[in-house]
C-alpha cells in the first residue's frame, strides 16, 4: 500500500471540490501540453544552442534534461510502478486522454523545473522567472488534471532543480576543463 495516498488524494480531493471552474478547466489542458515530452523545453534549448550568447545555457538545458530523462522516465518511472491517481479509482483523468506511463515523478514537472532552474541560474530576469512561472503551472495543472498524484510533483520539482543545478555544474566544468587542455 502506498502510504502516501491519504495524502495525495486530500490534496486532489480538495482543489477538485475548491478550484476547478470553467476558466481553469479550458487553461489548464492548454497548459499542461508546454510538458508533453519535454517537446517545447528541447525546442528552447536548440534555439539557445545557435546563437553564441545563450549557446552555454542551452547546453546546460540539453544536460539537465538528458539526466531527467535518464534518471526520471527510464529508471525511476519503470522501477516504481507507481499507477495514475485515476486509474487507482478507476476513472478517468479530467479533461485529458489516459496515460500509458507510470506517475512517479511527473515528467512534465521534472522537465519544466530543469529548464527554469538553469534559466534562473543564468538569467533570472526575466526569462528564468518566467520559466518558474511555466514550470510552477504545469506543475499544478498536473494535479488539476488528475494525472498526477502531489507526491510525483514534488518528486519532480525536486529532480528537476537539482538536474538543473547538475547541467549547470557539469558544463561549466567541461567548459573549465577545456580551456585548461588548451592552454
Known sequence: MDIFLPF?????????????CGFLDFVMP????????????????VIMLIFPKTRKAGAMMGVAMILGLLVGNLTL?????RPRPYTELGISPYLVEGLSSMS????????CFEAATVLMLRYRKP???????????????RLY??????????????????FGFCG????????????KLRG
Open 104 to 111: 512517479f515523478p511527473s515528467g512534465h514537472t521534472l522537465v
Open 168 to 179: 549547470v555544474w557539469i558544463v561549466n566544468g567541461v567548459i573549465r576543463a577545456w580551456k
Open 30 to 45: 492548454l497548459i499542461t501540453r508546454l510538458g508533453d515530452e519535454g517537446i517545447f523545453w528541447i525546442i528552447v534549448a
Open 127 to 141: 526569462w528564468g522567472i518566467a520559466a518558474l512561472v511555466v514550470a510552477i503551472l504545469v506543475a499544478f495543472s
Open 145 to 162: 488534471l488528475y494525472v498526477h498524484f502531489p507526491t510525483d510533483v514534488i518528486a519532480g520539482v525536486l529532480l528537476g532543480t537539482f
Open 77 to 81: 518511472k519503470p522501477l516504481i510502478a
Open 8 to 20: 495525495d488524494f486530500a490534496i486532489l480531493d480538495w482543489i477538485a471540490e475548491h478550484l476547478r
